[in-house]
C-alpha cells in the first residue's frame, strides 16, 4: 500500500475492501483497475461492499467468513452494525491437509544473546522480582501496607502525587532525594491484589491458587511472600498444593503469614517486613548473564483494538512470533472468544464448545466481544475481529493447547484458553510462562503486569503520538507503506532490548501493575 492509496483489500477474495480515511458519498476509488463510486460515507478504518449482497449472504475478510448480511448492502456502502451480523462457520474435525511452515531466515541472529536471569532450573527470566501477594481479599490492605513499606523506601517507586497535593495546598516542601537502591540487583518489589479467594466456588479458589502458584514460580521472580487470613476458601494448603503441582522442586523462599495465627497486626508486619528485606539479600546475588534468543517466551495480546490493529500491528507482531519460534523460543497466543478458528482439534473445541456453555449459561455468546470502542473504529463483528486478532499469532504451526494457568512447556506457539478482557488474558499468558508479553492496541490501553514487562504496539501513528506515555512501539508507518517485515524487525529488536533489561516499557514507567484472574463460576 502507498501513502496515496485510499483503500486496501486485504485478501483477493474478500468482500470488503478498507477505508484508510473518510471517504464521502458521491466519490470514486479504485483499487487494481475497478472503480467503485462510494454511495454512503465511509469512516477511516471501516469497510464498504466490493459488490452488491443480498439479506443472507455471507461476506468474507482476511479471506475468512466474518458475518451475514441482515438486509440488501449496495456495491460501494458502508458495512455497517445495521446491515452486518455475527456469523462463524462451524469449525470441522475431519482430515485436513498437512501444514508446511517456511519459518523466517534467523540466520543474522547467529549466536545472538540477551542479559537474561538464569534460575537453577536452567529457565531465563527478563527481570529479577521480589512478588507479594495475598491468597484472600481480606488480606489486600496488608499488602498494600507492605507496597508502602517496601517500594518507596527501597527505591522502587516514583510516582509520588502527594507532593503535588501539599503543593497545591501551599506547603513548602524540600526536593526528594534519589534513593540509591539497597538491592541494586532486584529490579523491584512487585505487588499483586485481587477480589478472589472466598465467597466463590471452591473451583474459583483452586483457580486463583494455580495462577498464583505459576507466578511465584516464575523465572522473573526470586522469592514470595504470601498474606492469607486462615479462613477463606483458598487455603494455605490448597496454594502449597498447586505449588508441588506447578514445581516439585520448587526451590525459591517462601514467606507465608495467616494473620488468624497472630496475636496482632502490627506484630505480624513487623515480621513480614523483617523477614522481606532478610530474604532481599539473597535475592540480590542475582546478576544478568547472557542467554541465547531461544529462551524468549513471549504473549501476543490485543486490546482497544482498531480497525487498523488486523492490517499493522498484529501481523508486526505475528511476524516477531515467528522470528522467536524460528530461534527456538516459545509464542503464547491467548483470547478464544476472539480465535474462531481450528487447530490442535479436540482439545482446542472442547475448550471453546465449554466457553460458549459457559456463556450462554448467563445469557451471553462470544459475539458480543466486540467494544464499543470497537465498532466504533471498525470492527463490528467478532468474526471480524477475530480475524485481525489471529493475524499477531503468525504462521508457525500451533504445537499445544494451554488452559488457562497450564505453563508452555515446549518451543513453539501454543493456544491458551483465556477470556478475551485485556488483563485477565494478560494475566493467563504470565503464567503459562512467558517472559515479554507484546500488546497491540488501536485505541490505547495503559495496560501492564506485576512480574512481566508488557510492550504497547499501535496500530496506527494518531494514538501512537497522542498517547506516547502509554505506547512503546508505532506500526502507523504500515498504514503509510513502511514494508511490514521492516517494521516487525525493528520490534523484534525492542522485544530483546526489554528482555535484557536495556528498554524500560511504558506500563513499567507509569508503575501500571495490573492482575485480575479470571473468575469463571458464580459466587455462593
Not at 447 to 475: E, Q, Y
Not at 501 to 509: E, L, V
Request: charged share 20%; glycine share 10%.
Amino acid at each position: 500500500m502507498g501513502n496515496s492509496q485510499k483503500v486496501l483489500c486485504i485478501h483477493p477474495d474478500d468482500s470488503m475492501l478498507v477505508a484508510l480515511s473518510d471517504l464521502q458519498a458521491g466519490e470514486v476509488v479504485n483499487w487494481e483497475g475497478d472503480s467503485i463510486l462510494i454511495s454512503t460515507p465511509v469512516k477511516g478504518k471501516h469497510k464498504f461492499a466490493r459488490r452488491t449482497f443480498a439479506a443472507g449472504e455471507l461476506l468474507s475478510l482476511y479471506g475468512v467468513t466474518v458475518g451475514r448480511a441482515t438486509q440488501t448492502i449496495r456495491r460501494g456502502e458502508a458495512v455497517t452494525t445495521d446491515n452486518l451480523e455475527h456469523y462463524a462457520p462451524e469449525v470441522e474435525l475431519g482430515d485436513s491437509k498437512p501444514y508446511h511452515w517456511t519459518p523466517p531466515s534467523v540466520t543474522q541472529f547467529d549466536g545472538a544473546t540477551f542479559p537474561g536471569v538464569a534460575r537453577a532450573d536452567g529457565r531465563v527470566g527478563t527481570a529479577n522480582y521480589w512478588l507479594v501477594f495475598p491468597l484472600v481479599f481480606c488480606e489486600n490492605r496488608n499488602v498494600e501496607h507492605m507496597r508502602n513499606a517496601l517500594e518507596g523506601p527501597l527505591g522502587y517507586s516514583s510516582n509520588d502525587l502527594a507532593s503535588l497535593t501539599l503543593s497545591l495546598l501551599g506547603a513548602e516542601m524540600e526536593e526528594a532525594k534519589p534513593v540509591v537502591r539497597p538491592f541494586p540487583n532486584v529490579d523491584g518489589v512487585r505487588i499483586i491484589t485481587h477480589a478472589g479467594g472466598c465467597g466463590g466456588t471452591r473451583a474459583d479458589a483452586r483457580s486463583l491458587c494455580k495462577i498464583l502458584a505459576a507466578y511465584a514460580d516464575h523465572p522473573n521472580v526470586a522469592g514470595v511472600t504470601v498474606f492469607s487470613l486462615g479462613c477463606q476458601n483458598a487455603q494455605v494448603k490448597m496454594f502449597e498444593e498447586e505449588l508441588a503441582k506447578q514445581n516439585p522442586k520448587f526451590d525459591k523462599p517462601l514467606l507465608v503469614y495467616e494473620q488468624q495465627k497472630w496475636e496482632s497486626e502490627q506484630a505480624m508486619m513487623k515480621a513480614v517486613v523483617r523477614d522481606t528485606l532478610e530474604q532481599l539479600k539473597s535475592a540480590n546475588k542475582v546478576v544478568r548473564t547472557p542467554a541465547p534468543l531461544s529462551h524468549l517466551k513471549i504473549g501476543v495480546k490485543c486490546g482497544a483494538s482498531d480497525g487498523f490493529s488486523g492490517l499493522s500491528a498484529n501481523p508486526a507482531m505475528g511476524l516477531v512470533s515467528d522470528m522467536v519460534v524460528a530461534l527456538g523460543g516459545s509464542s503464547i497466543l491467548a483470547e478464544f472468544p476472539e480465535l474462531c478458528g481450528d487447530d490442535d482439534k479436540r482439545r482446542f473445541l472442547g475448550m471453546m464448545r465449554d466457553f460458549e456453555a459457559r456463556a450462554a449459561a448467563v445469557g451471553s455468546h462470544l459475539a458480543e466481544n466486540p467494544s464499543p470502542g470497537n465498532i466504533r473504529d471498525g470492527l463490528i463483528t467478532d468474526a471480524m475481529k477475530s480475524a485481525g486478532a489471529a493475524k499477531k499469532g503468525g504462521n508457525s504451526p500451533i504445537v499445544a493447547v494451554l488452559d488457562y494457568g497450564d505453563r508452555t512447556e515446549k518451543p513453539g506457539l501454543a493456544l491458551l484458553c483465556t477470556p478475551g478482557g485485556d488483563v485477565e488474558s494478560v494475566s493467563g499468558i504470565v503464567a503459562s510462562g512467558a517472559n515479554v508479553v507484546l500488546f497491540s492496541t488501536g485505541l490505547g490501553t495503559p495496560t501492564g503486569n506485576p512480574i512481566v514487562p508488557v510492550l504497547k504496539i499501535s496500530s496506527n501513528s494518531r494514538v501512537a503520538n497522542k498517547l506516547a506515555d502509554l505506547i512503546d512501539f508505532d506500526c502507523g508507518p504500515v498504514i503509510d507503506g513502511a514494508p511490514l517485515p521492516q517494521v516487525a524487525g525493528k520490534l523484534f529488536d525492542m522485544v530483546v532490548a526489554t528482555a535484557g533489561g536495556q528498554y524500560q516499557t511504558k506500563a513499567d514507567r507509569l508503575e501500571q501493575y495490573d492482575f485480575i484472574f479470571w473468575k469463571r463460576d458464580i459466587s455462593l
